[in-house]
């Protein structure tokens, strides 16, 4: 009868020359702790089920490789977005243009002069790399680059509004997604909201009112994710900007996704710009890093200088500072802007500036290499919380299969991994948000599935 004590010893398979493979490949503390859990789980199993004979060393020790290899398999990976959604959330936001990746590549590869005055030889500001550029892009005084656009609220607020009243239309309370809320990211500050209007409806005399009293500041906030149609009405910013600057306020405008080109240029709705809102007199406009600008993930922060002085003094202003990597891309992506060559290098907004004719002839080049499938009419979404129930005129590559469900599952198992929809049990595939350099393995991973 077979027993558990023929089972090898640790020492035993640490002799093999599998072994010495694997320590090489995978480090001896490691590699250790895979061979103990392989011996665990066999023991383990065998207690339970007990079988004739024990594993062999080899099999003991391809078993230990294939764990090593599922435990340090990046678990972050690129995937093919084939959805249509340009900023999809899930999927990572905005790719980045060739100069984004290039100038983040440089400054992680060595030392930079993040906070070196180059000049004079002595230590400078971090800040500065950024705000140059936005200051020329925007008109702003003052800028400054933070971590996200959800940090920079929280900066802002409490640096200008803590325990202070900030009046918020009831219509602006807004959820961003995974559950996170505007008031409550603003209640961290230190903040006293005070609702004022209803959810369709605010009127001037609603800020006027709740102004009397001592208040920090107005907050506007851009309904980036939804609409609110029918019976509605909402003041115009410059006017809100009227009422704050009456009472003595500053009018903080969180613009969410923060374009700063028109969107209108393709077919979709007008989203408000950074440089619109300066010119209505908003004190302080924040917006994202990752949403229409194109560029890594960061919260902008811009407006007047005796204002961002002080949000740059706030203690918090150093936790939720932005690092080297995210200020050499945010810096690059706004070059795009400057040098207006943003259409030409930014991938959303060549994305967004694809016709249908273009992603027609795309779509009809899968066809005819994989030899299957219809081009069909579709919608391309802006997503990533803006511009909703707005979508561009496209055309899909719909593939008919027999369990559209499987299918899905087998496309994400493909390397990398393809993102696709179905619709009416057809998969559709959405030339627009797939990257040209991605093609190549679109198609042999769709060939593989099918
Ligand atoms: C997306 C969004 C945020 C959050 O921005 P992040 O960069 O994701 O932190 C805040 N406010 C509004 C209005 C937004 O649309």
């Known amino acids: 009868m077979t027993t558990l004590r023929e089972l090898p010893s640790v020492g035993q398979l640490l002799r093999t020359q599998t072994a010495a493979e694997l320590i090489a490949r995978y480090g001896r503390p490691l590699t250790l702790t895979a061979i103990r859990f392989t011996l665990d789980e066999t023991r383990a199993r065998f207690k339970l089920d007990p079988q004739p004979a024990l594993p062999s060393i080899d099999m003991i020790l391809a078993q230990a490789d294939s764990t090593l290899s599922a435990w340090t398999k990046p678990t972050l990976v690129p995937v093919i977005n084939a959805t249509g959604v340009i900023l999809h959330t899930n999927l990572g936001r905005a790719p980045l243009s060739e100069a984004t990746i290039h100038a983040m590549d440089i400054v992680s590869r060595g030392y930079s002069n993040l906070e070196y005055d180059l ?62 809320r505007v008031p409550d990211v603003m209640k961290q500050s230190g903040a006293k909201l005070v609702e004022v209007g209803t959810t369709n409806k605010v009127r ?52 969410g996704s923060g374009a700063l080109l028109d969107t209108a240029k393709y077919g979709i709705a007008h989203e408000p710009t950074v440089q619109e809102s300066l010119a209505a007199g908003a004190d302080i406009v924040c917006f994202s890093g990752d949403k229409l600008l ?39 992506t706004l070059l795009h802007y400057l040098k207006d060559d943003a259409e030409r290098e930014i991938p959303i907004w060549k ?71 179905t619709e009416a049990d057809k998969i559709l595939l959405d030339p627009r948000t797939v990257l040209p350099e991605q093609e190549g393995a679109l198609l042999v991973g769709l060939k593989n599935a099918l």
């Open 119 to 180: 000049e004079k030889g002595v230590r400078g500001s971090r800040l500065l790399h950024a705000e140059s550029v936005l200051q020329k892009l925007t008109g702003a005084e003052s800028a400054l680059v933070v971590n996200n656009n959800a940090s920079a609220v929280l900066l802002v607020l409490s640096a200008l509004a803590n325990k202070k009243r900030v009046i918020i239309s009831r219509s602006q309370l807004v959820e961003i997604g995974g559950g996170f």
């Open 204 to 255: 001037l005399s609603d800020y006027q009112s709740a102004a009397e009293d001592p208040t920090a500041l107005i907050m506007h906030v851009h309904p980036s994710n939804f609409k609110v149609i029918g019976f509605t009405e909402e003041p115009e910013l410059n006017e809100l900007v009227d009422v704050a600057h009456k009472a003595d306020l500053i009018l903080v405008d969180d613009l």
């Open 294 to 332: 194109g560029g890594p993930q960061a919260g902008i922060i811009v407006g007047k200088k005796t204002l961002l002085d002080k949000i740059k003094r706030h203690p918090l202003a150093r936790a939720v500072r932005a690092d080297k990597v995210c200020l050499a891309g945010i810096t690059a």
């Open 351 to 421: 994305m967004m500036s694809l016709t249908p004719k273009q992603v027609k002839g795309r779509a009809e080049a899968w066809k005819d290499q994989l030899g299957q499938g219809n081009v069909v009419e579709g919608e391309s979404t802006v997503g990533g919380g803006s511009l909703p129930g707005e979508s561009s005129k496209t055309y899909l590559l719909s593939l008919e299969v027999k369990s559209p469900d499987k299918f899905l599952k087998k496309l994400r198992q493909q390397h990398p991994p393809i993102i696709a929809r």
